[in-house]
């Protein structure tokens, strides 16, 4: 028994002697081999991995294989490529290039392209992390976009509106998100195949920043989800709506790029076998379906007018989207083109209100020998292009297209609001379709650069005889005084002024009150017998 007060440089020296020596880095013996006591230092179990490495060293990783650098590379490749298109998809709404025009808006082949880069980012961003979750969301994705790519293919609308463009556009994303998949099974697989090689054993903690990346991983994941059943379910809307058959027929135009609806109502000559004028009516700010052609449609059973047509212009109603740029003078070439192959001919009376005044005069002017009268309904005057084409309402509409297809306002009104299929294609709701965005979008690109120039053109070559009849909104000429000394330079358009009146209590849309309409019915009927 050694003393509280002695020397311990014996004993010291003794356990000093007896101290095994380790072999070598990374090696420490156990005390239970060589007879030693154990403290509390000591290891309950002996360390025999002799020539592994940590789990946390950063030589252990899946980027050993090539397989896995393969797929990375690939991954990476594939990114270019879908930015790429993702690139020339954001350009071909601004401006088409050749063959790759869509009949559709080309809204929907840009958010699946934006979805099959948001899935190679997220892959590559979360690549030496996989999990399970983020397979099953990959995979759920996958089936999400096959379902859509099969629906776009089944229903021929949809086929013939997205085009090649879309197809192959949802193809890709369909394609990309097995790819993503299979990319974190492999991962995976290569991440434990290192792990038992170079720690021997497969690692099953994670560390902190790797839940988080996990976390992350999948919370974009799911909000990828979300975007796509969104897609999903208005597309199917889309679907329901293409099985509303249009009144009248649509007509291949532009050598037979895209389709344009006309409806022509009543007969085309009297008794005596003389042609009789007819009313050609070119919308507003809204299809001519909403309201206009109702209205028409009541002269024609009055025996005010003897006949009528109207048609959609590019991107509203029935009609596809033209390519763009689109200007009001390229519009009206695809109206005189329309007319020809439907084999109307006239004589005209143009009747037009609110934009679709601008339209309207630019037709009567190219058209004058036969155009027999001219009816603006509280019409726009070109030094008010202005309006139409500001930057700020331009950049509203391309936010709005961007997200048109997920069709928020669509399924809400579809859901609670029992909006039928007449709203989504012509009526109170058509203004929330991705076709009627992409329209408005083309209208403000141009308005006050070449749709002024060819009025003010239009303007200059018009016939000074020609009979004119101007109707004003009350409302909006009170509401705005250069509104009110536009509508009055109007009425000079021509000498040959039949009226102009300001219905007092009537909206923009004149014809939504009872005066308007019996105003617009009294002027039409004086404007066929003049």
């Known amino acids: 028994m050694v003393s509280m007060w002695g020397s311990n440089k014996k004993r010291n020296g003794d356990a000093a002697a007896t101290q095994p020596q380790n072999?070598?880095?990374?090696?420490q013996s156990n005390p239970y081999e060589h007879g030693q006591e154990p403290t509390e230092r000591t290891r309950l179990l002996s360390d025999r991995r002799e020539g592994y490495l940590d789990p946390d060293d950063p030589s252990v990783s899946p980027y050993n294989l090539w397989s896995v650098r393969t797929l990375r590379f690939f991954s990476v490749l594939f990114l270019i490529i879908s930015f790429l298109w993702w690139l020339a998809l954001f350009v071909s709404i601004f401006v088409s290039p050749p063959g790759m025009h869509t009949r559709g808006s080309g809204f929907s082949s840009l958010s699946y392209t934006t979805l099959a880069v948001g899935n190679l980012l997220v892959a590559l961003l979360f690549f030496a992390t996989p999990s399970k979750a983020q397979q099953v969301s990959c995979l759920v994705i996958s089936v999400l976009l096959l379902v859509n790519t099969i629906i776009i293919v089944a229903v021929p609308r949809l086929r013939i509106e997205e085009g090649w463009v879309g197809i192959a556009s949802v193809l890709w994303a369909t394609i990309i998100g097995a790819w993503t998949v299979l990319t974190d099974r492999v991962v995976e697989w290569g991440k434990r195949e290192e792990e038992e090689r170079l720690t021997g054993r497969e690692e099953t903690r994670r560390t902190l920043r790797e839940w988080l990346a996990v976390l992350a991983d999948?919370?974009?994941?799911?909000?990828?989800?979300?975007?796509i059943v969104l897609l999903s379910v208005t597309l199917i809307l889309r679907a329901r709506d293409a099985t509303l058959a249009p009144r009248g027929q649509r007509y291949y135009i532009d050598g037979d790029k895209y389709q344009v609806h006309l409806f022509c109502e009543g007969s085309a000559t009297d008794s005596k076998g003389r042609r009789n004028p007819t009313v050609l009516i070119e919308g507003g700010e809204r299809p001519v379906e909403s309201g206009l052609a109702l209205f028409t449609s009541g002269a024609l059973r009055n025996g005010t007018v003897s006949r009528y047509c109207y048609w959609d212009r590019p991107g509203l109603g029935w009609s596809d989207n033209a390519p763009s740029p689109l200007s009001a003078g390229m519009a009206v070439d695809a109206l005189s083109e329309t007319l020809t192959r439907a084999g109307e001919h006239g004589p005209w009376i143009v009747l037009s209100a609110g934009v679709g005044g601008i339209y309207g005069r630019i037709f009567a002017a190219r058209h004058a020998s036969e155009v027999r009268g001219i009816f603006l309904i509280d019409a726009l005057h070109e030094d008010l292009l202005y309006r139409v084409g500001s930057p700020g309402r331009g950049f509203l509409?391309?936010?709005?297209?961007?997200?048109?297809?997920?069709?928020?306002?669509?399924l809400i009104g579809a859901l609670f609001r029992?909006?039928?299929?007449?709203?989504?294609?012509?009526?109170?709701?058509?203004?929330?379709?991705?076709?009627?965005i992409k329209a408005k979008l083309q209208e403000n690109l141009v308005a006050n650069s070449l749709s002024r120039n060819e009025v003010v053109t239009s303007r200059a070559i018009q016939s000074k005889k020609t009979p004119l009849v101007v109707v004003s909104s009350g409302v909006e000429v009170r509401r705005d005084s250069q509104w009110e000394r536009k509508q009055r330079d109007l009425t000079h358009l021509t000498t040959n002024l039949i009226a102009w009146d300001v219905v007092d209590k009537s909206p923009h849309e004149v014809w939504r009150t009872l005066e308007g309409r019996e105003i617009l019915e009294k002027r039409l009927k004086e404007l066929c017998e003049a």
Request: charged share 25%; proline share 4%; glycine share 16%.
């Open 218 to 227: 999948n919370i974009v994941l799911d909000v990828l989800i979300i975007v």
């Open 418 to 436: 029992g909006r039928t299929r007449e709203d989504r294609v012509y009526g109170r709701s058509a203004q929330q379709g991705d076709k009627f």
């Open 397 to 410: 509409l391309w936010g709005r297209g961007i997200i048109s297809p997920l069709g928020f306002d669509r």
């Open 23 to 27: 072999s070598g880095p990374g090696e």
